[in-house]
């Protein structure tokens, strides 16, 4: 804006020095009118900004491919503004649907704009940086800013499939009743053995059939008790792992999965904590309750893509963040270069579960499909099934899965039940 | 194309034919070609939206008006055309950055009525300078001149002084974000 009045400012000053050296008074005359028009501009400025900006966002909190409205009312405590800007500045990766953004228009004194507009929540936490109102004379010399507005963001959570079951075997448990079985008599469920009646026990405990057995003694069953886990969720966000971006990247599905998974688990009452390494470490300490379902949520929506050098490798996870024989669960595509990784996880005893989007499929659908792509498909196929059997061989079970199924299918089909092939290899989930 | 940008467009044909019929009047007349390629200029600028072709418009027509020295009243029009011309232009820009416009018929007629009124009181001042002949001494006209000269340079540190308080508050801004 500036440079307007400085182009100005030099003509003006331009024809004064002719005319004064020339001694030709037509060039001083001439001088005038950008000399009026510079006045004009200068007389009219807007002073000092009193505009006040009210509303926001409607919810601060969303569901993915919910619409989101944003109302602001701007109001002027101040003089008449001839030319104002409300701009709104709407960070990137949301998507507007409808309405303005960006809004030009004379304000009177105690008068009043409105701007409003949609956006469609996509997966994240995103920070408003404020409404931008420039305010500027008739002709645009000389302006006045003022940034308000600033302070609110949208929260929204990732998307959460419902799931029915999830059946795992962690050999670690908590002190709390919950769903896992502890190996550990007691009350409970599932048949665990038989023991001598001790004074205090339920009648309905007797085992009869075996007390007939030895006249003279009483023995009861014993089940065995079902406590509550301590889960560690691991979401991988490398650039270098997740190729691809938007709503079909493998970090997307990852997300989704995780917080799947957090709303199951929670619900059960186990203790449950987030790890998303990418371009820095985004750590949620294993807690339960509802309370801790929101951080979850908080950190899986924060989550996206990063790179850094501390991280590029598996083997640098701070792994003892969570306890030993925590049952961990990670969620990444993997690379070849983390198989070893995963190996000296499962050696420190760890009991691990990889849940592994599967990026060759999700990267064959922007592909042509010519004989090279075809090829170079099956090859990568076979790389990720060698990897799929060697983390197996190490006791790791890898779960590839083709993001065109539903993650709620896919838990129903491979993780609610113990898998014949874990049995088979003795594994433990 | 948008009402401004049509009076844009008339008003940089008004300021070109001004010049060209002043440069033919004081015997210039191999001049008014280059200006009908500057104005050429202009137009294929205007259609592709240039911020510089104005601006190139309006100190090429000031500098060839205080060279080649015209008719004055011609030189005055050709001016007041130009200055339209650039100002429109940029009103023009400043609406198309803009997603919406609260009545904009509303806005452009108001900002045509402060550019007539700001043309109209310079280019009649200037006419009226050019009728009226005041005779001083040379100190008198350099005192004048001087006193054009300081008020210009106070006009220009307040503009500077302005636009360093807009880049103060978005420098602010961008750090709170950050």
Redesign the interface.
């Known amino acids: 804006m500036f440079r307007r009045a400085g182009v100005l400012v030099l003509v003006v000053c331009g024809l004064l020095v002719a005319g004064l050296a020339t001694f030709d008074p037509s060039l001083l005359a001439l001088a005038l009118p950008p000399l009026v028009y510079l006045a004009v501009g200068s007389v009219l400025r807007p002073n000092e900004l009193r505009l006040q900006v009210e509303g926001g966002l409607s919810p601060t909190t969303a569901k993915p491919g919910e619409t989101v409205s944003v109302e602001l009312r701007v109001k002027n405590g101040g003089g008449r503004l001839e030319e104002l800007e409300i701009r709104d500045w709407v960070p990137p990766g949301l998507e507007r649907i409808d309405g303005d953004t960006c809004l030009l228009s004379s304000i009177v004194p105690g008068g009043s704009q409105r701007l409003s507009y949609r956006l469609l929540a996509r997966t994240g936490l995103y920070s408003f940086e404020g409404v931008q109102l420039t305010a500027t004379d008739p002709f645009g010399l000389f302006e006045s800013r003022q940034g308000l507005g600033q302070g609110r963001s949208l929260l929204v959570r990732p998307a959460i499939q419902r799931l029915r079951r999830l059946y795992l075997r962690p050999t670690r448990v908590g002190a709390q009743s919950g769903a896992y079985a502890a190996h550990v008599g007691g009350p409970g469920i599932e048949f665990y053995g038989i023991r001598g009646y001790s004074p205090g026990d339920p009648r309905r405990w007797i085992n009869w059939k075996v007390s007939g057995r030895f006249p003279g003694d009483l023995f009861v069953n014993v089940f065995e008790q079902d406590r509550m886990a301590e889960i560690g969720l691991i979401v991988d966000a490398r650039f270098r792992s997740n190729l691809g971006s938007g709503p079909e990247s493998a970090l997307t599905h990852s997300i989704q999965a995780a917080a799947s998974l957090s709303e199951l688990l929670l619900s059960q009452g186990n203790q449950v904590g987030l790890l998303v390494f990418g371009s820095h470490l985004d750590w949620t300490v294993p807690r339960s309750g509802k309370v801790q379902r929101e951080r979850i949520l908080g950190a899986l929506a924060r989550a996206g893509p990063g790179h850094s050098q501390i991280f590029e490798q598996l083997r640098h996870l701070p792994s003892r963040l969570f306890p030993p024989h925590t049952q961990l669960i990670l969620f990444s595509p993997l690379l070849r270069s983390d198989v070893d990784d995963l190996i000296g996880l499962r050696a420190r005893r760890y009991p691990l579960l990889v849940i592994s989007p599967d990026q060759v499929e999700l990267e064959a659908k922007s592909l042509p499909a010519d004989p090279q792509v075809r090829l170079a498909l099956r090859l990568a196929r076979v790389e990720q099934a060698v990897i799929t059997r060697r983390l197996a061989h190490a006791g790791v079970f890898r779960l590839l899965w083709d993001t065109s199924m539903p993650f709620e299918q896919l838990t129903e089909m491979y993780l609610s039940r113990p898998s014949p092939w874990l049995a088979s290899i003795g594994a433990r989930l | 194309m948008n009402g401004a940008r049509r009076l844009a467009l008339a008003s940089l044909g008004a300021s070109a034919a001004a010049l060209a019929v002043g440069f033919v009047e004081s015997g210039a007349e191999i001049l008014v070609l280059p200006v009908g390629i500057l104005a050429a200029l202009g137009l294929v600028g205007e259609g592709r939206a240039s911020a510089w072709t104005p601006?190139l418009w309006?100190?090429t027509q000031?500098?060839l008006?205080?060279l080649i020295?015209p008719s004055?009243v011609w030189?005055?029009s050709s001016?007041?055309g130009a200055?339209a011309y650039?100002?429109l232009s940029?009103?023009d820009r400043?609406?198309a950055?803009?997603?919406?416009?609260?009545?904009p018929g509303?806005?452009l007629r108001?900002?045509l009525l402060?550019?007539a009124?700001?043309?109209a009181?310079?280019?009649g001042?200037?006419?009226a300078?050019?009728l009226v002949?005041i005779d001083s001494s040379f100190a008198g006209?350099?005192l004048l001149?001087l006193v054009?000269?300081a008020g210009?340079s106070q006009?220009?540190r307040?503009?500077?002084a302005?636009?360093d308080?807009?880049d103060r508050?978005?420098a602010?801004?961008a750090e709170?974000?950050s």
């Open positions: 601006t309006f100190l000031t500098g008006c205080a020295r004055p030189a005055l001016i007041a200055l650039w100002d940029a009103f400043r609406l950055k803009v997603g919406r416009l609260e009545m509303l806005l108001r900002h402060f550019l009124a700001g043309l009181l310079g280019a001042l200037g006419f300078a050019l002949r006209a350099l001149g054009a000269l210009l006009l220009l307040r503009a500077q302005d636009a308080r807009v508050l978005g602010g801004q709170r974000n």
